[in-house]
């Protein structure tokens, strides 16, 4: 009987790895990434594990004739490394030789080893299997993915724990126009536009939850800022004082994964040049504060009285960069009518809600606040609603056999990549977009 | 201005952080779990953090009378820290005073605070926001995040990015009975089976990826082992010289996982008596041999000879666990004609792919395998299969312009759950389950 060991050889180095092997003799597996004839030689970069790296073929050294390598292949090449000053890693590989994988079987559509690709942005998502092999575009979901590592980095050290909840739910629960409807097995049911429900049931079970995962939203509108299927990093916070317990918790979140990204994501941030925010606070505002704000810096007419304009929530975000140098604005207690049934009301105003969003750059990438947690409070405001209890029975069973204060947040995964890295269409941060035009790739 | 700092306090403690405590007071925000009335004194255990702590109430040193302190009531005790060698902490927190923060306004429908839940799965399910509140079903879902926590580890360790990919997906690519299909603004799409597709085309990208993802299976089983929805924990590895390298990172990544487990969920793994597996290596089987052992062992006919009965996996696994003490197998070499058509077929006979599953315990754990990653002899497998190619032209654009060897697994979350802890139904092991006949909570 054969038995697999669990002796995995990673076989897969960095460049600091491969500076140890100065002067010997190496095999490297990888894929052509870009080949660069210069007079006399070439260079071939290579794309193995994390890294770019530079060889080098020449027929000096090289046996084998340049035009046998090509663009896109995946090669085991073999070669020495040597000691080399003017490369930027110290050393370089000269090639000996290789042996090919697999090769491409026609040239890219799309020229992707540039530094940019000088594409329409459709193309680029169009031809999104190859487009993502671009060095820039690998970093921005490296980045992508240091982020969650970052977020679950701190909330696990925080004493989070994660959740998998459902994304089929019941459809009398939500509802609206915003869901995607399906078929189970006959019952009609829909896609979840957050975990809202069952985050706040599971805060009365292990206080402190969070999940990472896809949201649904079938919203009609084509901008630059809604994608229909995002990933939503959702926390919710039990026995909370008032949401601002939420506010300080995602402050001290988005500082401490910047600084994670900093560490270890440096190489990718550079490529990208982006501008990582320094914080250590972020100033709050109130909703009807904010909006004369900008009415009175801009001498711009208030039209809408319980919502932002998306063009209100970019000059809100320059006023505060100028006032504060911070990216980041904390806006608070929205208008009741304008938030869930779930949301609290203020004591103070109940027409306000204990609700908080978090703009940055000029964009809303979280929606928070503190929920209802008594049974009687909730059911009143749903009746007042006009809302059916029944739907929500299960819902509200949390509350019934009792639930601690609460609190909680959504962030928005690939708009708060895009504002990171300074682009204007949330797409440029997602790796496969899905939006009212687009369901592929 | 408002200024929110990042000043999060956590407020949280375990025991060891409470020891320090002894001698002083203190003030502990909870709820309570259970109060045990004993004579001329009661045991109040509250659920604080992730820990469920005795305190203790006495007319003696407790400001209150003891009825107005009620299960399910979220309050904050104000009590002192006292060493006492009875206690398996060392100490105890006599409550002087408490604070109520919410209540229940009803008794629980079903006891939650006894050791079991002594109920049918029905009712566990249909009042699972209460249910899951119970020490043993917290224990359950802590190790699921624990296994989460494991794997992320051992992938992250090993270079592999995180990706997050659609699971609303074009509605040509797999299609078959067993899918959701949703209307997408006016088209026909489905909701992903796997992200099969998707990280083919990253490991083109990155080399190495995982995801940890819900998938969808709109399968009409009634049985103990099947779900809808569930969490797929997949990845894809480039450059692999056969499946075997795929075995092998599994072997590791298993093994680490349950060490993993072992240093920090101790507790919990005691609370359920769970067995955990202690791995070097793990038997593999090919399919038709593993066949002929359980017929021969057991003299039973062969009636399917391309596929397993759920009865002849348990049946394989007792095999194994006697001869080697093993509570795994890999399978190997399944036919072609079971295999989806990326399975690459072998060399040797090209009947059967070069595939595997991972039992475990009786159970199919994971399905893996090397992939086809030549364009050609993917685009021939296709059309020798009837398949139309044009639907998959974005998924075979990975393979045009050149995809390493490389291939991969789908490891169920919940049915490796399930076996770990010793549950015969997956459900158990399945925060909100959706199944034929379950779509709530």
């Known amino acids: 009987m054969l038995k697999i060991n669990s002796e995995f050889s990673l076989s897969y180095m960095n460049a600091n790895e491969l500076r140890s092997f100065i002067g010997k003799e190496i095999k490297l597996k990888g894929t052509v990434y870009k080949i660069r004839v210069m007079s006399g030689f070439a260079f071939i970069i290579l794309k193995t594990g994390n890294m770019f790296l530079q060889c080098v073929y020449s027929e000096e050294f090289s046996r084998f004739p340049l035009s046998e390598i090509k663009n896109n292949m995946s090669v085991i090449i073999h070669g020495s490394v040597?000691?080399?000053?003017?490369s930027r890693t110290g050393f370089e590989v000269r090639i000996i030789d290789f042996e090919m994988l697999s090769c491409a079987v026609s040239d890219m559509p799309v020229v992707i080893n540039n530094k940019e690709i000088d594409t329409a942005i459709e193309t680029l998502l169009d031809y999104r299997p190859i487009t993502l092999r671009n060095m820039k575009e690998q970093a921005i979901f490296k980045i992508q993915a240091?982020?969650?590592?970052?977020f679950r980095k701190f909330l696990s050290e925080n004493k989070f724990t994660e959740i998998h909840t459902p994304k089929i739910v019941f459809s009398g629960a939500e509802g609206g126009a915003n869901v995607f409807k399906l078929d189970y097995f006959g019952r009609?049911?829909?896609l979840t536009q957050s975990p809202q429900f069952y985050k706040q049931i599971m805060a009365g079970v292990y206080e402190r939850v969070y999940e990472i995962a896809p949201v649904f939203r079938a919203e009609k509108h084509d901008t630059s800022r809604h994608i229909n299927e995002y990933t939503s990093v959702d926390l919710e916070m039990g026995f909370i004082e008032s949401f601002y317990d939420i506010c300080?918790?995602?402050?001290?979140?988005?500082k401490e994964t910047f600084e994670f990204l900093k560490e270890y994501y440096n190489d990718e941030l550079a490529l990208l040049k982006a501008d990582v925010p320094v914080i250590?606070?972020?100033?709050?505002?109130?909703?009807?504060?904010?909006?004369?704000?900008?009415?009175?810096?801009?001498?711009?007419?208030?039209?809408d009285f319980e919502d932002f304009e998306p063009e209100e929530e970019k000059l809100l975000c320059e006023i505060i960069k100028k006032q504060t140098d911070c990216d980041f604005v904390f806006v608070t207690h929205y208008k009741s009518s304008k938030r869930p049934f779930y949301a609290m009301d203020s004591k103070e105003n109940p027409e306000v809600t204990e609700s908080f969003d978090l703009l940055f750059r000029g964009l809303e990438i979280t929606t928070g606040g503190q929920r209802i947690h008594s049974y009687q409070t909730q059911v009143d405001k749903m009746e007042r609603r006009g809302m059916h209890i029944e739907p929500f029975a299960s819902y509200l069973m949390a509350h019934k056999y009792g639930l601690p204060?609460?609190?909680g947040l959504g962030l928005g995964l690939e708009r708060f990549t895009a504002k990171l890295l300074g682009f204007q269409n949330v797409r440029y941060a997602t790796m496969f977009p899905r939006d009212i035009n687009r369901l592929e790739p």
Do not use: D, Q, V
């Not at 040597?82 to 003017?86: F, H, L, P, V």
């Not at 300080?248 to 988005?254: A, F, Q, R, Y």
């Not at 250590?280 to 909006?291: C, M, Q, R």
């Open 146 to 150: 240091g982020i969650c590592e970052g």
């Open 82 to 86: 040597i000691k080399e000053e003017r």
């Open 405 to 407: 204060p609460h609190g």
């Open 280 to 303: 250590s606070e972020i100033p709050a505002l109130n909703f009807t504060e904010a909006k004369e704000m900008i009415s009175k810096t801009y001498s711009r007419k208030i039209t």
């Open 248 to 254: 300080c918790l995602e402050t001290k979140m988005l």
């Open 188 to 190: 009609e049911a829909y």
